[in-house]
Structure formats: structure tokens, C-alpha cells
């Protein structure tokens, strides 16, 4: 994964992607897994990255949100990897991929209400978070183009209306 980051870091995004690949081939373990769904999101595969982390990850929605939450705190690093995957997700559903990355148990009804303005602001939280905390999410973040996809993302939430348009 070393080999990965650092080629991350340098651009070279289709090169880690062979490797966060062959990491899996070897080891199919959950770190492997995320790498890999990051390295399909760093290059460009967002559809694949999410039919991928919807294949090891439980789903996360209002209505599970709190419950996967507090059963699963492992989960954690892939919930922000799928914010990146999918970032026109449905403002709820982003609000409920954000609040497990902050381990924060939340009821439907409050998801379902979040504004753009207040997710953009809890995405701006978590990505404070995970740069002062060391971890697995920490370490995507060392990748300059995910910060960047991440702080985009923050921008453009505001626009957005929680009735999808």
C-alpha cells in the first residue's frame, strides 16, 4: 500500500490502481478493499467504486443509519470513501454516510431534514476530524486529490436543495 500512496501522491492514479488491485488478489482483507474502492474513485470509476463498496459494506440511509452505527464502527474510513463515490447521492444519505465517519448515531427524521448547508458544514467538520486523527481515513486524506474532491464537494452543497434538485 506504501507503493500505492506514494503513487497516489506523485498522480499516478492508474499505476496504484493495479497495485491496491494486486493487494487484493493477495490479501482480501477490508483495508485492501478500501484502497482499492479508492483507487477506482481517484481514477475516475465512481459507479464501480460504489457497486464495489456495496459489495463488503453494509448500506447506509436514514433509516439504517443508527443502527449500523452502533453495531459496526469498522466501517468507517469506506462510509467517507463512498461520500467521494457518489457525491450526488441524496442529501440524506450523505448526512448519514458523514455522521458514522464522526461515529455519530443519528434518527431518520433529523438525516432526511439536513439542509446542503449543514451537510457541507458537517463535511467540513469530518474533514478537520480525520486530518487531526490518526487512522485509515487520515491516511486517504494524505492523497492531495481527495482533500480536493472533499473540499469541492463542500462548495457545491450549499447549491444543493434536500427535494434532489
Not at 482483507?29 to 460504489?50: E, M, S, V, Y
Not at 461520500?83 to 431518520?108: C, F, I, K, M, T
Not at 473540499?151 to 450549499?158: I, K, M, Y
Request: with cysteine.
Amino acid at each position: 500500500m506504501n507503493t500505492a500512496l506514494a503513487q497516489w501522491i506523485a498522480g499516478q492514479c492508474e499505476e496504484a490502481l493495479q497495485n491496491c488491485l494486486e493487494a487484493v488478489v493477495i490479501q482480501d482483507d477490508f483495508l485492501n478493499r478500501l484502497n482499492f474502492a479508492h483507487a477506482l474513485i481517484r481514477t475516475g470509476r465512481h459507479q464501480k467504486a460504489c457497486t464495489y463498496l456495496e459489495s463488503f459494506m453494509k448500506a447506509l440511509k436514514p433509516d439504517t443509519q443508527k443502527a449500523v452505527v452502533a453495531s459496526d464502527r469498522a466501517h468507517v474510513p469506506g462510509y467517507m470513501l463512498w461520500v467521494l463515490a457518489d457525491p450526488n447521492a441524496p442529501l440524506p444519505v450523505l448526512a448519514a454516510r458523514l455522521r458514522a465517519v464522526r461515529g455519530q448515531e443519528r434518527e431518520a427524521q433529523e438525516l432526511n431534514a439536513a439542509s446542503g448547508q449543514e451537510i457541507s458544514q458537517l463535511l467540513q467538520d469530518v474533514v478537520t476530524y480525520v486530518e487531526n486523527n490518526e487512522g485509515v481515513c487520515s491516511d486517504f486524506m494524505r492523497v492531495p486529490s481527495t482533500r480536493k474532491d472533499l473540499n469541492r464537494l463542500a462548495e457545491t452543497l450549499p447549491l444543493r436543495r434536500n427535494d434532489g434538485k
